[in-house]
């Protein structure tokens, strides 16, 4: 099955800086990368997404980009703010139709103003 | 407003003893799943229902049952729980869209 690693698993960054989160898949036949924000006690929420057949995806300050050769992708926060402060998790799968998300371990953003 | 809800939020309960957390969606979605996360182990999978009476296991389903009688309820159970099932779990829903929707999460401890 899939297996997700993700690195480092804390990150301080001064703001106004930006900030690159790593993950690598083991499935070369996953399809759907994800990225979730996990604030303090709060519920998992997807901040951008990247399908197998794109490079790369940006939306404001957020972009992904997806190595399918070398089966990775990565998370890239420019001019970080203090609000960027979470927990972020990478997932990947083969979508069929119903999303069996394998996760990687997070990645704890310590964003310092 | 669209919304996966859980019940209860916050649980403190004895080895053996039955619990049932609920989950409820309101989006008409097909597909629900429920997860776990534990410190630096992230967020893995129970188990998942892609329709009604339609539930299959995810990654770590040992010690846990659920069902899916209505599209929009998916209860966890643990008939006998045990201190490692300590843990934060969130139930999550999607639709034909990609994107997973979560739960508010509940904080499970058993003793």
């Known amino acids: 099955g899939e297996n997700v690693e993700q690195h480092p698993s804390t990150l301080s960054v001064q703001e106004g800086d930006s900030a690159v989160i790593k993950c690598t898949y083991s499935d070369s036949a996953s399809n759907y990368f994800p990225w979730y924000k996990q604030e303090l006690g709060k519920r998992p929420q997807l901040i951008i997404d990247?399908?197998?057949?794109?490079g790369e995806k940006k939306d404001q300050r957020i972009a992904v980009t997806l190595n399918k050769t070398a089966k990775h992708f990565s998370l890239h926060i420019t001019e970080t703010q203090p609000e960027d402060s979470a927990v972020y998790f990478c997932a990947a799968t083969l979508f069929t139709g119903f999303q069996k998300l394998v996760f990687g371990t997070g990645t704890r953003l310590l964003v310092s103003p | 407003e669209a919304q996966v809800t859980q019940n209860p939020r916050y649980l403190i309960t004895v080895t053996g003893k039955k619990l049932t957390v609920t989950c409820s969606q309101n989006m008409n979605h097909e597909y629900m799943s429920w997860y776990r996360q534990d410190p630096g182990l992230g967020l893995r999978q129970i188990y998942y229902?892609?329709?009604?009476?339609?539930?299959d296991k995810g990654d770590v389903p040992e010690g846990y049952k659920v069902s899916r009688k209505e599209k929009r309820n998916f209860p966890l159970i643990l008939e006998s729980p045990s201190p490692n099932q300590t843990s934060l779990y969130f139930c999550?829903?999607?639709?034909?869209?990609?994107?997973?929707?979560f739960g508010p999460g509940t904080r499970l401890t058993v003793l």
């Open positions: 999550a829903s999607s639709g034909n869209t990609d994107t997973q929707y």
């Open positions: 229902s892609m329709n009604v009476e339609v539930t």
């Open positions: 990247i399908r197998s057949n794109v």
